[in-house]
């Protein structure tokens, strides 16, 4: 069975660039996150959807970030304009159900804003 | 609103010496799940295991052992004769009712 597949692996842009990743999930898997993980931190949700809406977006700084989840499969997280504290690894997981269920995460993308 | 606290930081040990990593929860919920996640230097989060709140039994997968201990709030892990691969970080969740919780991690150091 295929994991969680992100693109790219690394980004490096300068503070108000734009960027964009993307995440294909678990084929079946209802379920899918976004989290920010800044070095030294655990990870913290940005956005969860189910099938293709939105659950919990309360973590996600909505002046800058979007992310949307067309036809309930794949989905792309984007940052305009990015910011240096944007720099950090951006992961993404999907479960089966959202409650209970572990999730099972992507290999992540580092970004760094310069 | 729900809490996971990770009190070492960092541990150092030496191969084959046994070793716990301590968390510790808050959680106003009735049911809630935990976690332990392995992040190895690669850095994509590997599952170790979910137990549920109504669930004490403490659970051993090979050289892994948990400890869950609804009155004190804990559900430490424990790993037996340590080798080098174990090195990473370990982070403990929790997920109520809302979303999962991430505590900020355990970097475990194992040295041949």
């Known amino acids: 069975e295929a994991g969680v597949a992100q693109s790219p692996r690394y980004k490096i842009i300068e503070k108000r660039q734009s960027v964009a990743f993307w995440c294909n999930p678990i084929?079946?898997?209802?379920?899918l996150y976004w989290y920010q993980q800044i070095l030294g931190q655990g990870p913290k949700l940005l956005i969860q959807?189910?099938?293709?809406?939105?659950?919990?977006d309360s973590q996600l700084p909505k002046d800058r970030f979007s992310a949307e989840r067309l036809k309930g499969v794949d989905s792309t997280l984007k940052i305009q304009p990015a910011k240096l504290e944007d720099s950090a690894v951006y992961l993404c997981?999907?479960?089966?159900?959202?409650?209970?269920?572990?999730?099972?995460f992507g290999p992540g993308t580092r970004l760094t804003v310069l | 609103a729900q809490k996971v606290t990770q009190a070492q930081t960092e541990i150092s040990v030496v191969e084959k010496e046994d070793v716990t990593l301590d968390c510790v929860y808050e959680t106003r919920d009735t049911t809630y799940y935990l976690f332990w996640y392995k992040q190895p230097p690669s850095g994509e989060l590997v599952f170790l295991i979910r137990?549920?709140?109504?669930?004490?039994q403490n659970e051993i997968s090979g050289r892994y052992s948990w400890n869950f201990q609804k009155s004190t709030s804990s559900f430490n892990f424990t790993i037996t004769a340590s080798q080098v691969v174990d090195s990473a970080v370990y982070f403990c969740?929790?997920?109520?009712?809302?979303?999962?919780?991430f505590g900020k991690g355990t970097m475990l150091l194992v040295s041949p």
């Open positions: 997981a999907s479960s089966l159900v959202s409650r209970g269920n572990e999730q099972f």
């Open positions: 137990r549920n709140s109504f669930d004490e």
């Open positions: 959807f189910q099938n293709n809406g939105v659950v919990d």
């Open positions: 969740a929790l997920s109520g009712y809302s979303t999962l919780t």
């Open positions: 084929s079946g898997h209802a379920t």
